[in-house]
Nanobody, 121 residues
């Protein structure tokens, strides 16, 4: 069974930093887009950052210049380095990955279990 295993959330003061990581556990033959979403209480889930491939990145305007997404395909892991954190960054962060379990098979969209990030003022 293929799963996304997240780690790295926690409590940090405003201006601080955290790094999230998400590893694809299980057998896959292809990794497509990998990214991070977040959902704050009472709000819809929103895209934070994504990498359709190891060379290209996309960021939400609210995190541009503060967050950096990266991925290591060999380790099947995506990272989110979060700097200059603000209280409004407080949310549950979810990893997302588009994977293919076998050659010629269909692509599947997976989600991690979510990790809480809390930024205190």
């Amino acid at each position: 069974q293929v799963q996304l295993v997240e780690s790295g959330g926690g409590l940090v003061q405003a201006g601080g930093s955290l790094t999230l990581s998400c590893r694809v556990s299980g057998s896959v033959v292809n990794l497509g887009t990998m990214g991070w979403y977040r959902q704050a209480p009472g709000k819809q889930r929103e895209l934070v950052a994504s990498m359709p491939n190891p060379q290209d990145t996309n960021y939400a305007d609210s995190v541009t210049g503060r967050f950096t997404i990266s991925r290591d395909n060999a380790k099947r892991t995506v990272f989110l380095q979060m700097n200059s954190l603000k209280p409004e960054d407080t949310a549950v962060y979810f990893c997302n990955a588009n994977i293919r379990r076998r050659l010629g098979g269909q692509w599947a969209d997976l989600w991690g279990q979510g990790t809480q990030v809390t930024v205190s003022s």
